[in-house]
């Protein structure tokens, strides 16, 4: 059992930044892919990144390439999403997640309650 707590969320304007974090305790998630997904206000949850906990190989969603980036922190069994050049559109709740294999597109067993992102002027 991997328990994930997301943290970081907060009310930012459009052009701002913000770091996520989320933490893992419990059983291990080495060889799994940490990943974060999206969830605006009154729609699905989306896939916009992935960490590979094997090697490091990351992934983004075409959305967000280029403003946000993943790492990871092994000492603290912490995931992090710096999040910059922030959109209205990047308005929503945050969710990490792991259980699954690299890119974080299946079975992912364990999710975070998830952090909240407001980007508006």
């Known amino acids: 059992q991997v328990e994930l707590v997301e943290s970081g969320g907060g009310s930012v304007q459009p052009g701002g930044s913000l770091r996520l974090s989320c933490a893992a305790s419990g059983s291990s998630w080495n060889n799994y892919g940490v990943g974060w997904f999206h969830q605006a206000p009154g729609k699905e949850r989306r896939w916009i990144s992935c960490l590979s906990t094997s090697d490091g190989t990351t992934v983004y969603a075409d959305s967000v390439k280029g403003r946000f980036t993943i790492t990871r922190d092994n000492v603290n069994n912490t995931v992090y999403l710096q999040m910059n050049s922030l959109k209205p559109e990047d308005t929503g709740v945050y969710y990490c997640?792991?259980?699954?294999?690299?890119?974080?597109?299946?079975?992912?067993?364990?999710w975070g309650k998830g952090t909240l992102v407001t980007v508006s002027s």
């Open positions: 997640a792991t259980g699954g294999p690299y890119p974080c597109r299946i079975r992912l067993e364990y």
